[in-house]
């Protein structure tokens, strides 16, 4: 008869059978001091290329790093075969501490946030001046995210054959924001691509922008050798086609630094962004903010920036580009 309850004992506990042996699990994890370098240079549906000294080899993550992602821009320490022959397959074991995070949420109300790209040192904002029509919102939320990633920002504006760019760099003039603006004829004699360049030299650049935009025809220009496959704009909607469908990363020439293409974006949500860290990227404001009360927003009655723009220590213009950087946290991109 089998028991139940307070009556059961040991012998009534089923066990199952462990299929890989009784050996104990272990919270001690081996050091692979053996370990290669390697750098992340794309993700895809599991595999990752990395970059080992002269070579690519393709890995995936290793048990032991458990939930721990691995993004493009990633440097990492590899163990296996290293050779990059055709059918093999390595190890990322260890993930180096990372010197930034670019991250976005798919929307405001989205509490998970996405790593786009570790350890990167500068965000190139791609806008079109026209075909399709800018999205200053979206501009916006991208200058947020790289402040709050420690990202310099750098405008990159394109088609200004098809519209001038007077009026979006004046609303962006009083942030300091560094810009270069690209015409399609350039693009197509390679001219631009040494003026984009001189602003990438010994750095780590993503770029994102809107699909249809030229963002990756921009990088084909400057990449020539790895030109990766672009779309139209659809005339009717004004929406380009995804042409990009991973973050891929790409050394530029005389390796002076390298450019990370990544897919369109329709949204770049800031759930995750503390807006009491944007007011970092305002040195000349920040100071100011001694005198607010606390968990000030910045833009309520009581915020003691008003008075310290009002006594001439900043530019108004400066307080009103904080402010409207601060609400796009609170506001869709597409309102």
């Not at 272990?26 to 750098?39: L, M, N, V």
């Not at 390298?258 to 944007?278: E, K, M, N, Y």
């Not at 009360?293 to 580009?321: I, K, M, N, T």
């Amino acid at each position: 008869m089998r028991r139940y309850g307070k009556h059961t004992d040991e012998d009534d506990v089923r066990v199952r059978p462990n299929r890989r042996g009784n050996r104990p699990r272990t919270s001690i994890r081996p050091k692979h001091e053996d370990a290669a370098e390697g750098f992340v240079v794309t993700v895809d549906r599991g595999r990752l290329t990395v970059l080992v000294e002269d070579r690519t080899i393709t890995a995936m993550k290793a048990r032991e790093l458990g939930r721990k992602g691995v993004v493009v821009g990633d440097r990492v320490a590899v163990v296996g075969d290293l050779s990059g022959a055709k059918d093999t397959l390595a190890r990322i074991v260890r993930v180096e501490e990372r010197s930034s995070v670019l991250r976005r949420t798919a929307d405001d109300d989205d509490p998970f946030e996405r790593v786009v790209v570790a350890n990167a040192d500068q965000l190139a904002i791609v806008t079109a001046l026209a075909d399709p029509e800018p999205r200053p919102r979206l501009i916006d939320r991208c200058l947020v995210a790289a402040f709050d990633a420690g990202l310099s920002p750098l405008l990159v504006l394109t088609k200004s054959d098809l519209a001038p760019a007077e009026s979006l760099l004046e609303s962006y003039g009083p942030l300091g924001v560094p810009y270069v603006v690209t015409n399609r004829e350039e693009l197509a004699d390679g001219a631009v691509a040494d003026r984009v360049r001189e602003r990438l030299t010994d750095k780590m650049t993503v770029f994102v922008g809107h699909s249809g935009v030229g963002k990756t025809t921009l990088v084909n220009a400057l990449v020539p050798d790895r030109k990766r496959a672009t779309g139209r704009v659809n005339t009717v909607t004004g929406r380009g086609r995804h042409t990009t469908t991973s973050a891929l990363a790409l050394p530029l020439p005389d390796g002076d630094g390298w450019v990370i293409d990544t897919p369109g974006v329709r949204s770049f949500g800031l759930h995750h962004v503390d807006p009491a860290r944007v007011i970092h990227a305002f040195p000349d404001l920040e100071p100011g903010t001694e005198g607010c009360p606390r968990a000030c927003s910045h833009d309520e009655p009581d915020c003691a920036l008003d008075q310290w723009v009002a006594d001439g220590h900043a530019d108004p213009a400066r307080l009103y580009s904080l402010r409207r950087l601060l609400a796009t946290r609170e506001r869709r991109e597409g309102d």
